[in-house]
């Protein structure tokens, strides 16, 4: 039974930093890419970061890019995204997927696996 597990989310100022982590389980994800979403209330989920497991091509949202960094850990099977420059417009619940693709995907439907989110509020 595959598993993603977040964590780290939590209430940080403007500018501020977080660190996300999605510890994954259940099979071997050498073959998946791995993404991280976003949603925030009354909102639709989107897009944020992917990655390739194996391959480390990766791919992000224009608004986050160049504060936003999407890495992994093989020893540990944990996916991290580390974000930095937090702006209250990042505030959502923040969601690790898996998609058994070679492709990095964009759209919630590529993926086949998803955590259960973690919270992330950035203040003004």
């Known amino acids: 039974q595959v598993q993603l597990v977040e964590s780290g989310g939590g209430l940080v100022q403007a500018g501020g930093s977080l660190r996300l982590s999605c510890a994954a389980s259940?099979?071997?994800?050498?073959?998946?890419?791995m993404g991280w979403f976003r949603q925030a209330p009354g909102k639709e989920r989107l897009f944020v970061a992917a990655?390739?497991?194996?391959?480390?091509?990766?791919s992000y949202v224009d608004s986050v890019k160049g504060r936003f960094t999407i890495s992994r850990d093989n020893a540990k099977n944990t996916i991290y995204l580390q974000m930095n420059s937090l702006k209250p417009e990042d505030t959502a619940v923040y969601y690790c997927?898996?998609?058994?693709?070679?492709?990095?995907?964009?759209?919630?439907?590529?993926?086949?696996?998803w955590g259960q989110g973690t919270q992330v509020t950035v203040s003004s």
């Open positions: 997927a898996a998609a058994q693709s070679y492709r990095v995907q964009t759209t919630p439907r590529g993926y086949d696996y």
């Open positions: 259940g099979r071997t994800f050498s073959s998946y890419i």
């Open positions: 990655m390739h497991w194996i391959g480390g091509v990766t």
